[in-house]
């Protein structure tokens, strides 16, 4: 069975390093008790809010359990290393700071930020170049039939559009997470219903497609693809046991003490069918 990815977007949370160190140390618990082999995710990848990546991967490095299943990445990221942009933290910094990916193209920074098709395509193109692994949302806005020609539709011309001009050769790692924005717990108020495994299979079969014609059927079968919107400890093992889902990326519930508990609590749970 192939090993799945586990990915914290811990978004604006939480607001100290002490908190955020505490949220690790949930993480090292759970991760030092896991029944092994079996765990059906293996690659554990944290992202939180750039300002404490440095010191969680001075932590994670100096502590044999963490940095054997921890690897950290950002949520956002510049498209110039040397360039006026105040505020702006650029490839090379997120690299020096401890991170591996980048999380580019999320909805919150589209509606906040007014991120654009060309912008995310540019954040691509300079994390490829910088050697950070990108992690690519792409979802559609409102709840519809997956079989429609708007929902194809809507994906298809989001990853054109975000992946223009875009060179990958076979050994390159890039991850998708379809993310339907309508599942996303922040926009239903932290109460969101994740989209039905049936739908998301059929959504993740849809981009892997994409990806077959676009680069090559090596590339696609090879590429993670996760599914991310309203995951939980109450519904992780469905995904958990999903033949098509490469993982989860998990929002709101990742930066909650208890929630994050229950998550691994329940990975564990599963890891009894996996044996
Ligand atoms: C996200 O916004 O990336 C996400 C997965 O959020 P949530 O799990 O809170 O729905």
Redesign the pocket.
Same mark, same amino acid.
């Given at each position: 069975m192939t090993k799945k990815y586990l990915v914290f977007?811990w978004?604006m949370s939480p607001s100290s390093a002490e908190e955020a160190l505490e949220l690790l140390e949930v993480i090292k618990e759970a991760i030092s008790q896991e029944a092994r082999p079996s765990n059906p995710f293996s690659k554990i990848i944290v992202l939180p809010p750039c300002l404490y990546l440095y010191l969680m991967n001075q932590i994670i490095n100096a502590d044999k359990v963490l940095a054997k299943k921890i690897t950290l990445g950002a949520q956002d990221v510049f498209w110039h290393n040397r360039w006026a942009v105040t505020g702006g933290i650029s490839p090379k910094m997120l690299k020096n700071a401890g991170a591996r990916y980048v999380l580019i193209g999320?909805s919150?920074r589209q509606q906040y930020f007014k991120e654009t098709a060309y912008m995310i395509n540019q954040k691509i193109k300079a994390a490829l170049v910088n050697n950070l692994i990108p992690i690519i949302?792409v979802g559609e806005k409102e709840k519809r039939d997956v079989d429609s020609f708007l929902v194809k539709k809507c994906i298809f011309e989001q990853l054109n559009n975000n992946l223009a001009g875009i060179k990958l050769n076979a050994g390159d790692t890039f991850i998708i997470a379809y993310?339907p924005i309508w599942?996303?717990?922040?926009h239903n108020q932290g109460q969101?219903q994740p989209e039905s495994l049936d739908d998301i299979n059929k959504m993740i079969g849809l981009i892997r497609f994409w990806v077959a014609r676009r680069f090559s059927e090596n590339i696609a079968s090879k590429m993670p693809i996760l599914y991310?919107?309203? &995951?939980t400890g109450a519904n992780i093992n469905l995904f958990a046991q999903s033949s098509v889902a490469d993982g989860v990326? &998990?929002?709101?519930?990742s930066t909650k003490k208890q929630e994050l508990k229950k998550i691994f609590q329940k990975l564990k749970r599963t890891n009894k069918k996996f044996t």
């Open positions: 977007n978004k999320h919150e949302c993310e599942a996303i717990s922040s969101g991310g919107g309203s &995951v990326l &998990v929002g709101r519930a």
